[in-house]
């Protein structure tokens, strides 16, 4: 077992290996048995220190929120999310991924058919975090547990800032995303435009109801995000950046939008990436890296 603070893991008998991005302090215990009795134990303490000049960015979690105009059950979902968002302010980005379910569901995205096969899902609703492969529940207490499991066990190691500029005449959209990373990973990233206010009848729910977080976009072809240093390592410290273009459709509240930036990591070699932190502005603005 290995145990930090206030948490224990189990490991599984054999080798294991470990690494970790939080600096703390982490003991490591084995035990031997023979027929139920303990004959021996061994433990070893390894401190994890900072990298100098290292910046503590504050965390942000990606929540997915596979719903559908169709699904009766999912305006309960999306109360559970504000809820949380009331207790932890600040730090969940939700994106709606709208689906069609029982009925066409005129906010659906291409996006959307391509995480939810990915993860194997089968039904509605459905909330993940980071795009860690996961059910993060759907009531929240079960959501609360989950970000605080994700923001524990994998904290942020870089920082993401957003610039963003918006030709009302053209509709064009140009996004500037911007990383700098702590640590000698390579990064993806994924942009999502998001949508509040539309209002759109909904199953299980009578009179006026009103959609938030809706993803209208995502700008990489595949839920892997897209390539960022040409596909090197980061050098600690050092800010990448990359530009993306987009030209929003004519039956988008662009006062109603936001632009979502998520920096992508990788632990088993490039063949799955996950969100290590994100960040959030509405079109047309700009915001900066969120340090503690």
């Given at each position: 077992?290995?145990?930090?603070?206030?948490?224990?893991?189990?490991?599984?008998?054999?080798?294991?290996?470990?690494?970790?991005?939080?600096?703390?302090?982490?003991?490591?215990?084995?035990?031997?048995?023979?027929?139920?009795?303990?004959?021996?134990?061994?433990e070893i303490v390894i401190n994890a220190s900072a990298v100098e000049g290292q910046k503590s960015y504050i965390q942000k979690v990606i929540g997915e929120q596979f719903t559908s105009v169709g699904c009766v059950n999912c305006p309960s979902l999306s109360y559970q999310i504000k809820n949380v968002q009331a207790q932890m302010p600040g730090?969940?980005?939700?994106?709606?991924?709208?689906?069609?379910?029982?009925?066409?569901?005129?906010?659906?995205?291409?996006?959307?058919?391509?995480?939810?096969?990915?993860?194997?899902?089968?039904?509605?609703?459905?909330?993940?975090?980071?795009?860690?492969?996961?059910?993060?529940?759907?009531?929240?207490?079960?959501?609360?547990?989950?970000?605080?499991?994700?923001?524990?066990?994998?904290?942020?190691?870089?920082?993401?800032?957003?610039?963003?500029?918006?030709?009302?005449?053209?509709?064009?959209?140009?996004?500037?995303?911007?990383?700098?990373?702590?640590v000698a990973a390579r990064h993806k990233y994924h942009i999502f435009l998001v949508e509040d206010n539309i209002e759109y009848s909904q199953q299980g729910t009578t009179?006026?109801?009103?959609?938030?977080?809706?993803?209208?976009?995502?700008?990489?072809?595949?839920?892997?995000?897209?390539?960022?240093?040409?596909?090197?390592?980061?050098?600690?410290?050092?800010?990448?950046?990359?530009?993306?273009?987009?030209?929003?459709?004519?039956?988008?509240?662009?006062?109603?939008?936001?632009?979502?930036?998520?920096?992508?990591?990788?632990?088993?070699?490039?063949?799955?990436?996950?969100?290590?932190?994100?960040?959030?502005?509405?079109?047309?603005?700009?915001?900066?890296?969120?340090?503690?």
């Amino acid at each position: 077992v290995w145990t930090s603070g206030d948490k224990t893991v189990e490991m599984s008998a054999g080798a294991n290996a470990f690494s970790t991005t939080a600096p703390g302090e982490y003991t490591f215990k084995a035990y031997l048995y023979s027929n139920g009795d303990k004959w021996s134990e061994n433990e070893i303490v390894i401190n994890a220190s900072a990298v100098e000049g290292q910046k503590s960015y504050i965390q942000k979690v990606i929540g997915e929120q596979f719903t559908s105009v169709g699904c009766v059950n999912c305006p309960s979902l999306s109360y559970q999310i504000k809820n949380v968002q009331a207790q932890m302010p600040g730090v969940l980005i939700p994106l709606s991924f709208h689906m069609d379910y029982n009925m066409s569901d005129p906010m659906s995205t291409e996006a959307t058919e391509k995480f939810y096969k990915a993860y194997g899902m089968s039904g509605l609703p459905f909330f993940n975090l980071n795009m860690r492969k996961r059910d993060g529940g759907v009531n929240r207490e079960a959501i609360k547990a989950a970000i605080e499991d994700e923001l524990e066990f994998y904290p942020a190691t870089c920082g993401v800032a957003i610039e963003t500029a918006y030709d009302k005449s053209t509709r064009e959209l140009v996004v500037t995303s911007k990383i700098t990373s702590n640590v000698a990973a390579r990064h993806k990233y994924h942009i999502f435009l998001v949508e509040d206010n539309i209002e759109y009848s909904q199953q299980g729910t009578t009179g006026r109801y009103i959609h938030n977080n809706v993803v209208r976009k995502m700008f990489a072809q595949d839920i892997t995000g897209l390539n960022m240093n040409k596909k090197n390592p980061f050098t600690p410290g050092v800010e990448v950046t990359a530009e993306n273009k987009t030209t929003l459709d004519k039956s988008w509240n662009a006062d109603n939008m936001r632009v979502v930036v998520a920096a992508l990591t990788t632990s088993d070699g490039g063949v799955t990436f996950t969100c290590n932190n994100a960040n959030v502005c509405a079109v047309g603005e700009s915001v900066g890296y969120l340090i503690k």
